[in-house]
């Protein structure tokens, strides 16, 4: 904390629960540090549904980040556990490293005829998809930065959200 010129860390991501230590000492640590004011809230990574449950039973959890796409929905279960509890639910991996922009992907044709870039059309996806979504795409460059800050303002039609809805599987 002292190198990141802090006094209390906001939000603590609690990235991976370790099945060689019991929870109740993992997540322990990280109440203590709450009741010592140097940690805000908690938050979880890759987890499930019955995870997410015996945690709060120990400490409230504000997020949970699981990997989450257009195209990857194996995380659907948590995000609709996370919307039933008001957690935020960060998406992690939102864009897939770029996977979902190939050129010539159904992704690809689609924002083609959008005339928005396939990670415009992703992330979009993603803040219709769900009122709890955070998502927080990797951003390396400043054009990058402004192409996703422009997602917000883009009109895309509820019929091509359906037609993305269809490319993963499940989803609302």
Do not use: C
């Not at 935020?88 to 190939?102: K, R, T």
């Not at 396939?118 to 390396?140: D, E």
């Amino acid at each position: 904390m002292r190198r990141l010129r802090l006094e209390r860390i906001d939000l603590f991501q609690l990235h991976r629960i370790d099945d060689k230590v019991p929870a109740e000492e993992q997540l322990g640590t990280l109440k203590q540090l709450q009741a010592e004011g140097k940690i805000k809230h908690i938050g979880l990574s890759e987890v499930s549904v019955r995870q997410i449950e015996h945690a709060r039973k120990l400490v409230p959890i504000v997020t949970v980040e699981n990997r989450y796409s257009v195209l990857d929905r194996g995380a659907e279960d948590v995000l609709e556990y996370s919307e039933r509890e008001n957690i935020g639910f960060i998406p992690w991996f939102p864009l897939g490293a770029g996977q979902l922009s190939a050129a010539g992907s159904k992704l690809a044709r689609i924002a083609a005829q959008e005339k928005i870039t396939p990670s415009q059309l992703a992330l979009l996806w993603l803040l219709r998809r769900s009122p709890v979504m955070l998502p927080i795409p990797g951003t390396s460059r400043v054009e990058h930065l402004a192409e996703n800050v422009a997602t917000v303002s883009a009109a895309v039609e509820d019929g091509t959200i359906h037609e993305l809805n269809k490319l993963g599987g499940k989803a609302r």
